[in-house]
């Protein structure tokens, strides 16, 4: 994946949601591939019905493109949007790309970012993934389903907030102007406040 990068950016973390999410496509391609040998084992029998056996190959193609057609539908999609899924951590930013042919991307710049929560189930638990939610301000939040070591991502997403450097553009306050202040008894005091 090509992963276009300003001028002094660096990618953390480049990773995929956790891969519990193809259990149950997995399942089904086992059981279609179940269901297509059982049909066409059924089909290949001797003692089959003479109006039976006179279908006998069509009946066997159609259960072929019926089996790959349920096996693309129920595994493969499914397999390919998780593969086509990404989360992205730069010291700047955090990117989610989803898609192949057409491709969607959410991008929160780290500076933006009022607050990190994580929620977990049980299974996400025992799997140490989880959902990723980081509130945006005025109610709004962006939620990142299925992040594996949530936990581990959510403190390197903080460590990458921590690391951004801190100017009047973050946070309202000229860190190099601070820095000339003294502190005296009354508060905070320029060179400029006598």
């Known amino acids: ?40 084992g059924w089909l290949s029998r001797e003692d ?8 006998r190959m069509p009946l066997l193609l159609i259960g072929l493109l019926l089996a790959v057609l349920l096996a693309g539908k129920m595994s493969v999609l499914p397999l390919l949007r998780w593969l086509g899924t990404r989360y992205l951590l730069t010291n700047r930013r ?23 929560a994580t929620e977990q189930s049980l299974l996400q638990r025992m799997l140490r993934s989880g959902q990723l939610r980081a509130d945006v301000g005025y109610g709004r939040y962006s939620v990142l389903p ?25 946070d309202g306050v000229d860190m190099e102007r601070l820095q000339e202040m003294e502190y005296g008894e009354e508060g905070w005091q320029g060179d400029d406040q006598q």
């Not at 949601?17 to 179940?34: S, Y």
């Open 48 to 55: 089959l019905p003479a109006w039976l056996a006179d279908w």
């Open 146 to 170: 299925d992040v594996p070591e949530v936990v581990r991502f959510r403190s390197l997403v903080v460590k990458a907030i921590e690391d951004l450097p801190r100017t009047a553009m973050f």
């Open 94 to 116: 955090l990117i989610i790309r989803q898609g192949w042919g057409r491709r969607r991307e959410h991008q929160l710049l780290l500076a933006s970012i009022f607050g990190l």
């Open 1 to 40: 994946m090509r992963l276009k990068l300003d001028p002094g950016e660096r990618a953390i973390v480049i990773t995929r949601p956790q891969a519990r999410r193809l259990f149950w496509p997995a399942i089904a391609f086992l059981a279609v591939l179940a269901a297509g040998g059982f049909g066409a």
